[in-house]
């Protein structure tokens, strides 16, 4: 969406028009459920909280700064949404689904590097999960990031760092020669 489009939409959406408000938010859902997958790793979890987010986005649409871009605006809503379901004392007794038996597919191998990449994914702090799937999947900037969790450019540049040293070592990846 263009930035008049954008811009159209958020007056409109300002004065109340739910169509308006929509059209905005519309396209932000699915990138919204990839955030909230990626960091519950739960779909209906995921599913319930992309649904919360677009209603406190909704319900605090004034709060939304004229010119801005509402797609980091809406991203940060639905990771506070997971970081608020993450911190509640119910989430840490949910068990997760067995893995299916992998022996004799050719397949095998791919699958569990990619069980070990989500553990050790999982292993890594929200905050560090948060700026490498910012950063690496939504394809947002350094300094778009530093605005959405309000830290400075600097504090996300050491995470995504930060974050890959301690996936290179659990995946046991040496860096490539220069």
């Given at each position: 969406m263009?930035?008049?489009?954008?811009a159209a939409l958020t007056q409109a959406a300002r004065a109340g028009d739910a169509v308006a408000f929509d059209?905005?938010?519309?396209?932000?859902?699915e990138a919204?459920?990839?955030l909230a997958f990626t960091m519950l790793r739960d779909r209906?979890?995921?599913e319930d909280?992309?649904?919360?987010?677009?209603?406190?986005?909704?319900?605090?649409?004034?709060?939304?700064?004229?010119?801005?871009?509402?797609?980091p605006w809406f991203l940060t809503i639905v990771a506070n949404e997971c970081r608020s379901l993450l911190r509640g004392r119910w989430w840490s007794v949910l068990k997760r689904a067995d893995m299916p038996d992998l022996?004799?597919?050719?397949?095998?191998?791919?699958l569990v590097a990619g069980t070990d990449l989500r553990r050790s994914l999982e292993g890594l702090s929200f905050e560090h999960r948060l700026?490498?799937?910012?950063?690496?999947?939504?394809?947002?900037?350094?300094?778009?990031i530093a605005r959405m969790l309000g830290v400075?450019?600097?504090?996300?540049?050491?995470?995504?760092?930060?974050?890959?040293?301690k996936l290179r070592v659990d995946l046991d990846v040496e860096e490539a020669p220069q």
């Amino acid at each position: 969406m263009d930035a008049v489009a954008e811009a159209a939409l958020t007056q409109a959406a300002r004065a109340g028009d739910a169509v308006a408000f929509d059209a905005l938010l519309d396209p932000l859902m699915e990138a919204g459920y990839r955030l909230a997958f990626t960091m519950l790793r739960d779909r209906q979890a995921a599913e319930d909280v992309v649904q919360e987010a677009a209603f406190k986005a909704w319900k605090k649409f004034h709060q939304f700064r004229h010119g801005e871009s509402a797609r980091p605006w809406f991203l940060t809503i639905v990771a506070n949404e997971c970081r608020s379901l993450l911190r509640g004392r119910w989430w840490s007794v949910l068990k997760r689904a067995d893995m299916p038996d992998l022996a004799g597919h050719d397949a095998a191998a791919a699958l569990v590097a990619g069980t070990d990449l989500r553990r050790s994914l999982e292993g890594l702090s929200f905050e560090h999960r948060l700026v490498l799937y910012l950063y690496f999947c939504e394809d947002l900037e350094q300094a778009e990031i530093a605005r959405m969790l309000g830290v400075r450019v600097g504090t996300v540049k050491s995470r995504i760092y930060r974050a890959i040293q301690k996936l290179r070592v659990d995946l046991d990846v040496e860096e490539a020669p220069q």
